[in-house]
């Protein structure tokens, strides 16, 4: 037998589907053009649904090369084929998911109205690709056909379509779909992998940010006064601080040893537990039995996970033992502390203001007169009503985070080195850049294909909380 | 409109305060100055000689004197060395024989850190620091602070300028374009532009410009992909790509603000009233909503300021351009104390000063706000 050939882009199939995407290309083209002509005055019939048929085509053109890699035995459809057949549990979940909210849209309220939207289709396509296949590479193991870690010889800095050299038979894991890096991992099983540490560590940490800006934002837009200058004097020398020196401060081994980062982390991590209790309390104060019935089993579980986390083995706050559920490198804690210690400022800034504008309201000052405490009147009359900016804030802060993680990364700051995550990759390989691309640059697009989606996600939802 | 001014500034002094003392405290954690001991007097040195040489350079006393004779309000600090020599924070320049040659320094230490002359103990002033324009010494580059700095802040006042330059002209052309008929095509498409590039942090955009237009991978070695060049002289093929990085991203920001501000004052009931009049498309968006629609993003710009400051270290990082970010990036990862201040010290103050400018700015261009009770 002869070992598997290095793939190219299309394949075999390629031959058929390339000239066929070429014309579906044009065809669109020359559609876009006829309505341009159209709206112009010129008198062109069926412009609009030329361009929807010539749309179809071109959808068609494109989902071909990833059924050809699906059907089609492995390695002929080339490259795009091979990694759409190993994100195929990615596609299948992504369908159905999209297909039963577009059916059900008129029932699914905001969530509904923004699938119904195009921008908003597109951008919650790509959210929903990257934690899909987040979830089926990290969590169940699916999509890498590589150990983000294993090193092949011989697949330094290789080609995309690279064959692994000692596999007979061609099959997932005979190739290296999108090359080699510099010390021989495989490109493609790292970025995915790396979609796993952002999607968990981007939206945890950006609701640590909320959850802190919320927590002190309520109180200095209601009550104004000293509390407002106070905490109001603080965010704003939080936002002062250049953000690069926050974390060259913060996340360096020599902090880590001092365990500031893990002080400030307890202080942080505490915030959630904090605005539970608040929220759970202001509501049931009256009724104490049930206020405890609630509050206790959710409080116990969250002071758990928060032991867990801010606890380390050996450390001053290890008070669990053998009960600690996991263990969160110090370095990571950091991560954690900075980008919320970022986040939080603004977030302040922007339920304030709400907060401001809110307090004012009928509602409120009926709340008042029925005699509600200050908390109750802030987070079950003001926050809720507060929650449309907050939405589209957190979809485009997450957005953010992701940006500010990569930024550690790409600092060499926070994860250790070999972690597949978008910004260490792109800093191990901008070293080679001029010479092998490939390595930082698949990386830098998941990154920004992620950061898109996000961005079109809070634009379509601001659109349609508009509408309202 | 004076007092808001006084006022303004009392709370940025405060502010600098604040955060100065706060890098202060975390660049003087135990740690860093252990690490520091080890670095200058040998890595072999046990705990006690560790405190010993800190003891003897100053660095025993509490962090609040320590911050003010940094900073320049209390009197350095005087001590003798092993050899009976006196030495201290403002004789630091004159003692060069005493600061390396203590009994513990090894043969590992390096040679000697400091100007050959310096003022004799009698001369010395009292008080030396940041106000007296004593910066310190930066380990790292073997020179002084303030000299390192300032150099590092011309490269990089030439790569923000040129980032001006393209930026917010590109920024506003493409926001009064986009918002000058909202929903048009043209609105889409520009927006759609925005979007993307606002979306592209700058080490993603500079790793995709250099591999698209300087690596051999595609065969376009338009440009260079380092501008370690362009410190002495700046050409299209090494300024282009680290230009273009930055301005990308902040870009998108100022394009769909300006886009917003824009079609906002386009619905205005003056803009139809000067339609009515009969005045021309063209003269309507030139003499009667430009100026309206411009204040919003003059505020952006300056906010955004402290945002290109990232994206300067990010992209002088990337290209190996020896500006003011690519200090910031060495002092901070060599642990060099005195120069990680000082470049702290410069870039709080420039943000501090940029959300002042932008905050007045605003209160001038707007109308609506009134100014003098604050």
């Known amino acids: ?468 | 409109m004076l007092r808001l001014l006084l006022r303004r500034l009392g709370v940025l002094l405060g502010a600098a305060v604040a955060l100065t003392f706060v890098v202060f405290w975390l660049t003087n954690l135990p740690p860093n100055l252990e690490r520091i001991a080890r670095s200058e007097a040998g890595t072999r040195i046990s705990e006690a000689e560790v405190a010993g040489w800190l003891e003897r350079n100053g660095y025993g006393r509490p962090l609040l004197v320590r911050y003010g004779e940094w900073l320049g309000v209390l009197p350095g600090w005087v001590g003798m060395d092993g050899d009976g020599n006196p030495r201290g924070r403002c004789l630091r320049a004159g003692d060069g024989a005493g600061r390396d040659a203590g009994p513990e320094s090894g043969p590992e230490s390096g040679p000697e850190s400091g100007p050959e002359s310096g003022p004799e103990p009698a001369e010395a002033p009292a008080r030396c620091g940041l106000l007296q324009g004593d910066w310190g010494w930066s380990r790292v580059f073997q020179a002084e602070v303030r000299d390192v700095v300032a150099r590092g802040l011309g490269h990089t006042a030439k790569l923000m300028a040129w980032v001006l330059v393209v930026m917010v002209p590109s920024a506003l052309l493409l926001g009064v374009l986009a918002g000058m008929r909202e929903g048009s095509g043209l609105d889409r498409a520009l927006s759609g532009v925005a979007v993307l590039t606002a979306a592209t942090p700058e080490y993603v955009s500079g790793v995709v410009l250099v591999a698209v237009f300087a690596s051999s991978a595609t065969g376009l070695r338009w440009f260079n992909g380092s501008a370690t060049s362009a410190m002495e002289d700046a050409t299209l093929a090494n300024f282009t790509l680290p230009v273009l990085t930055i301005a990308l991203y902040g870009m998108g920001y100022v394009a769909r603000m300006t886009r917003a501000a824009m079609a906002e004052v386009m619905t205005a009931p003056y803009i139809r009233a000067a339609r009515l009049k009969g005045l021309s498309f063209r003269q309507v968006v030139l003499r009667h909503a430009l100026r309206n629609a411009l204040i919003a993003p003059f505020t952006v710009v300056m906010l955004q300021i402290p945002w290109l400051l990232n994206g300067v270290v990010i992209v002088e990082t990337l290209f190996n351009y020896k500006g003011f970010g690519w200090t910031l990036v060495e002092a901070a990862g060599n642990n060099d104390i005195d120069l990680l201040l000082g470049v702290s010290v410069v870039s709080v103050v420039v943000v501090l000063l940029t959300q002042m400018a932008s905050d007045l700015g605003y209160a001038l261009l707007n109308p609506r706000i009134r100014l003098g009770r604050g």
């Open chain 1, 1 to 468: 037998m002869t070992p598997p050939e290095p793939l190219t882009w299309t394949g075999a199939a390629g031959a058929v589907l390339d000239p066929a995407l070429a014309l579906a290309v044009a065809g669109f083209v020359l559609a876009l053009g006829l309505r341009g002509a159209a709206r112009l005055g010129l008198r062109v019939g069926g412009a609009e649904r030329a361009v929807r048929v010539a749309g179809g085509l071109l959808a068609a053109a494109i989902l071909a090369y990833g059924v050809a890699g699906v059907v089609l035995p492995w390695g002929m459809a080339g490259i795009v084929g091979a990694m759409a057949r190993q994100l195929l549990p990615v596609w299948v979940a992504m369908g159905v998911v999209l297909i039963f909210s577009y059916a059900w849209r008129s029932k699914l309220g905001l969530y509904g109205r923004m699938i119904g939207s195009p921008i908003g289709r597109i951008g919650f396509g790509l959210v929903l690709f990257w934690a899909l296949t987040a979830l089926a590479a990290g969590a169940l193991g699916l999509v890498a056909p590589h150990d983000p870690l294993s090193v092949v010889s011989g697949l330094r800095n290789a080609p995309p379509g690279a064959p692994v050299p000692g596999v007979a038979a061609p099959g997932p894991g005979s190739h290296y779909l999108l090359g080699g890096d510099a010390l021989a991992r495989d490109v493609f099983s790292r970025v995915v992998q790396g979609s796993w540490i952002v999607a968990q560590v981007a939206p945890l940490a950006t609701a640590l940010g909320v959850a802190a800006g919320v927590l002190l934002g309520l109180p200095a837009g209601y009550h104004g006064g000293r509390v407002d200058a106070a905490l109001s004097f603080l965010a704003n020398l939080v936002l002062a601080f250049p953000v690069i020196l926050l974390f060259y401060l913060l996340v360096t081994p020599e902090i880590l040893a001092t365990g500031l980062p893990t002080a400030l982390a307890a202080g942080i991590f505490a915030v959630p537990p904090v605005l539970v209790a608040l929220l759970a309390w202001s509501r049931l104060r009256t009724e104490p039995g049930r206020a405890l019935a609630v509050l206790g089993p959710v409080l116990a579980g969250m002071g758990w996970l928060y032991l867990s986390a801010v606890g380390e083995a050996g450390g001053r706050l290890d008070l669990l033992g053998r009960l600690d559920l996991f263990d969160l490198p110090p370095g990571l804690l950091a991560v954690f502390v900075s980008v919320a210690f970022v986040n939080a400022p603004t977030v302040f800034r922007l339920v304030r203001g709400l907060t401001l504008d809110l307090r004012t309201r009928d509602y409120v000052a009926a709340a008042q007169t029925r005699g509600e405490s200050s908390w109750h009147v802030m987070l079950w009359e003001i926050l809720p009503n507060a929650r449309g900016p907050l939405i589209v804030d957190g979809c485009l802060r997450i957005g953010y985070t992701t940006i500010l993680l990569g930024t550690l990364g790409f600092f060499g700051l926070g994860l250790p080195p070999e972690s597949p995550d978008w910004g260490s990759t792109i800093n191990a390989g901008r070293r080679l850049l001029s010479v092998h691309p490939h390595p930082a640059v698949v990386p830098a697009v998941a990154l920004l294909s992620l950061v898109l989606g996000l961005n079109l996600l809070a634009d379509a939802l601001r659109e349609e909380s508009l509408k309202d």
